[in-house]
C-alpha cells in the first residue's frame, strides 16, 4: 500500500504546492497550518487560488505578499480583533496585486467541501436564498427541485482544490494522521483535494489512541512534514495554546505597508514583486530579496503585474506526474 | 447601588436578560458571546451554548477571543466538525435562538456583514463576510442581535443582505422558504426594537436608562416608529455587573 511520504516543510511545499494551483490550507481557528502558509510565501509561489473558510492572518501575509489572484472563502476577518488589513487593501485597491473574490456562507463552503470529497459535483443545502451572497456567484450558487418532493433547494458546486494543506497533532512513519481537539473541516478538505500535504508536532512509531480522534489514513496524503509549533500562534491542543497577542499585535503590523513589508522581510519572507528560485527550496536568494525589500512599499509591481498576467501560470502537468508516480 | 456602568455593559446585561426563557444558543463572536456567556452566569444557567467552531454545551471561565478557542472545546458536551454543526445541528431548526452581531442593520432587520457600499464590486470597506450569519437567521427557531446603535448601523437599506431578516417586509420569509421566525428582539447600547407583527417594521419598544426616545432616532437611519408607551430598562443589578466585570477580568488575564 501506497504511504505518505515523510519530508522536510520545505521538500513538501516544493513538491506538492505550484504557481497557479487551488491551495486550500484549512484549520478552523484550531490546527491552522501556519508555518506552511510561511514556507509557501518564503518559496515565492504566484497566482494561487487561496481557499479557504476562515482565512485568518496566515492568508492576509499570503496576499500582502503577492502569492494570491484569487481568494474563495466564507469569513476574512482577524478573529476577535477585526479585520485582515492586507486583505482588505487587496479588495479596496488592488495592492500589491488585484485579488478576485469568491465568497459564501460557512454552511456553503463545507457544503463544497463535503461534495469535492464525495465525488459529486455539487451539494445540497438551505441556506443563501434571499442573500446578495445568491446573486454574484452564479457559477457556484443555484438553486435545485428536488426531485421527491417538489421543493426549491440549494446547490453549491463541488469544491476539489488542487493542493490541501493542513496541520496535526501526530502522525506515525507511514503517515497515517491523527488530529483530536476542534476537528474543523480538514479532512473533507484532504479528501475534496488532488495532492494532500499534512505537517504535524510531531512523528511517532506508533499512534495512541486519544478520545475524539480523527485519523487521516497516510495513503490519503502525499507529503508528511514534522514542524513543531507549525499552528501557532494558533493552537494546538495536548500541545500548546493559542497566543491571543500575536493576533492583536498583527493588527499594526498589517494596517500599514511598510510595517508589513519590513516583517517580511524579517521573517526571510520575499516581497511582491520577488520571486524566490523555486529551484532553491527554502526562499532563494535572501541577497536580492533583501535588497528589494528596503524599498519600502514592497518592491517592483511591474514584476508582479508581468506574472499576474499569466493565468494559471505554472506547469501543473509536470506537478500531477509526479504525484502520480507517487500513487 | 449601580450607578456607575457603561452603555455596552448595559447593553451586554439587556442582551443576557434576553436569553431568559431561550434553551439553546448558537453564538456568534463578540457581543452576543459576552451577553451569552454572562447569561449562563445569571439568568440562564442551563443554557446550551453551542459555537460555530463544532463546539456543543460549552462552558468557557472566560470569554472566548474567537469561535474556535481550545476553553470551548474543552468544556464542552460534545465537539463535532463543521460539516457536523451546519449540516445536523444548525440546518434542521434543532437550535432555539441565533445571536448574532451587525455592522449595518436595517428598518426590516436584514443584516450586512459583507461590504459598505452600494458597489459590491468596489467596495469602501471590505467586512470580513458572512461567516455562518446567513443560515442561523434562516434556521434558528429565532433570532437576536445584539449591535451598537448609530447612522453607520442603522441604515435604511443594508448596502448588501448577508442574512435575510424580514426582506423587503411582511410575507418574505416565507416566499423565501425560511423556516425559523427571524429577528424578534435587537438590543443596542441605546434601548429595545421589535419588528412590529404586522409591518415586520423594527420598532422602538425600550430605551436604557438615561437615553431618550429622541436620542434613538438621531443614531437610526429611518424615520424610527416608537411604540405608544416606551418602556425603560432596569439597570443593571450589582450582580450582574459583578458577574460581567469578573468574566472580562478574566478574560483580560488570560
Redesign the interface.
Given at each position: 500500500m501506497r504511504v505518505a511520504d515523510i519530508v522536510s516543510l520545505t521538500e513538501g511545499v516544493a513538491r506538492l504546492v505550484s504557481d497557479g494551483d487551488a491551495v486550500a490550507l484549512e484549520g478552523?481557528?484550531?490546527l491552522i497550518p501556519v508555518e506552511a502558509g510561511n514556507e509557501i510565501i518564503r518559496q515565492g509561489r504566484r497566482d494561487l487560488t487561496l481557499i479557504r473558510?476562515?482565512p485568518d492572518i496566515v492568508y492576509d501575509r499570503m496576499i500582502g505578499a503577492g502569492c494570491a489572484r484569487k481568494l474563495i472563502?466564507?469569513?476574512?476577518?482577524n478573529?476577535?480583533?477585526g479585520?485582515?488589513h492586507r486583505?482588505?487593501d487587496a479588495?479596496?485597491h488592488g495592492w500589491p496585486v488585484p485579488l478576485e473574490i469568491e465568497?459564501?456562507?460557512?454552511?456553503g463552503m463545507?457544503?463544497r467541501?463535503?461534495a469535492g470529497a464525495s465525488g459529486l459535483p455539487f451539494a445540497i443545502?438551505?441556506?443563501?436564498?434571499?442573500?446578495?451572497?445568491m446573486d454574484?456567484y452564479p457559477e457556484s450558487v443555484a438553486t435545485v427541485t428536488c426531485p421527491f418532493t417538489g421543493?426549491?433547494l440549494v446547490a453549491v458546486s463541488a469544491l476539489n482544490p488542487d493542493v490541501a494543506v493542513v496541520h496535526a497533532q501526530r502522525a506515525d512513519r507511514s503517515g497515517n494522521v491523527q488530529l483530536w481537539?476542534?476537528?474543523?473541516?480538514q479532512?473533507?478538505a484532504v479528501l475534496a483535494a488532488d495532492r494532500g500535504l499534512v505537517t504535524v508536532e510531531e512523528v511517532v512509531d506508533e499512534l495512541e489512541p486519544v478520545a475524539?480522534q480523527?485519523i487521516i489514513p497516510g495513503w490519503v496524503v502525499d507529503c508528511v512534514a514534522e514542524v513543531p509549533g507549525g499552528a501557532a500562534p494558533s493552537?494546538a491542543?495536548g500541545y500548546y495554546?493559542?497566543d491571543?497577542t500575536v493576533?492583536v499585535a498583527w493588527d499594526a503590523i498589517s494596517r500599514d505597508r511598510d510595517r508589513f513589508a519590513a516583517w517580511l522581510d524579517e521573517h526571510g519572507m520575499p516581497p511582491a514583486g520577488v520571486r524566490a528560485s523555486a529551484s532553491e527550496p527554502g526562499g532563494g536568494d535572501q541577497a536580492g530579496v533583501r535588497a528589494s525589500a528596503s524599498e519600502p512599499g514592497g518592491g517592483d509591481k511591474t514584476g508582479v503585474r508581468a506574472s499576474a498576467s499569466e493565468p494559471g501560470g505554472g506547469d501543473k502537468t509536470g506537478v500531477r506526474a509526479s504525484a502520480g508516480d507517487r500513487a | 447601588m449601580s450607578a456607575d456602568y457603561s452603555a455596552d455593559e448595559m447593553m451586554s446585561v439587556a442582551a443576557a436578560r434576553a436569553l431568559h426563557d431561550c434553551t439553546s444558543c448558537f453564538v456568534g463572536i463578540g457581543l452576543p458571546s459576552t451577553a451569552a456567556n454572562l447569561a449562563v452566569r445569571t439568568t440562564v444557567p442551563d443554557l446550551v451554548l453551542i459555537y460555530e467552531s463544532g463546539t456543543i454545551g460549552t462552558r468557557p471561565d472566560r470569554l472566548p477571543l474567537s469561535i474556535g478557542d481550545g476553553i470551548l472545546a474543552e468544556t464542552a458536551d460534545a465537539v463535532v466538525g463543521v460539516p457536523e454543526i451546519f449540516n445536523y445541528w444548525l440546518q434542521p431548526g434543532r437550535i432555539d435562538v441565533g445571536f448574532l452581531g451587525a455592522a449595518q442593520i436595517d428598518r426590516f432587520a436584514n443584516i450586512n456583514t459583507t461590504v459598505i457600499g452600494a458597489d459590491y464590486e468596489h467596495p469602501k470597506v471590505r467586512l470580513p463576510g458572512a461567516g455562518g450569519a446567513p443560515e442561523i437567521a434562516g434556521a434558528c427557531r429565532r433570532v437576536i442581535v445584539v449591535v451598537r446603535q448609530s447612522l453607520r448601523t442603522f441604515v435604511e437599506q443594508v448596502d448588501f443582505i448577508t442574512s435575510v431578516g424580514y426582506g423587503s417586509g411582511p410575507g418574505t420569509r416565507e416566499r423565501l422558504g425560511l423556516r425559523g421566525r427571524g429577528p424578534v428582539l435587537v438590543i443596542t447600547d441605546l434601548g429595545m426594537l421589535r419588528p412590529d407583527p404586522q409591518t415586520c417594521e423594527l420598532t422602538l419598544e425600550a430605551v436604557h436608562p438615561g437615553v431618550t426616545v429622541d436620542d434613538v432616532r438621531a443614531a437610526t437611519g429611518w424615520d424610527l416608529r416608537v411604540v405608544d408607551d416606551v418602556a425603560t430598562s432596569l439597570p443593571p443589578t450589582d450582580e450582574e455587573l459583578h458577574v460581567l466585570r469578573d468574566l472580562q477580568a478574566r478574560t483580560s488575564r488570560a
Open positions: 478552523f481557528t484550531h473558510m476562515t472563502f466564507s469569513w476574512g476577518g478573529p476577535g480583533v479585520s485582515l486583505l482588505r479588495v479596496e465568497e459564501h456562507s460557512h454552511a463545507v457544503n467541501y463535503i443545502l438551505r441556506g443563501y436564498v434571499g442573500t446578495g451572497l454574484h421543493e426549491d481537539g476542534i476537528p474543523g473541516v479532512k473533507e475524539g480523527v493552537y491542543q495554546d493559542r491571543n493576533y | -
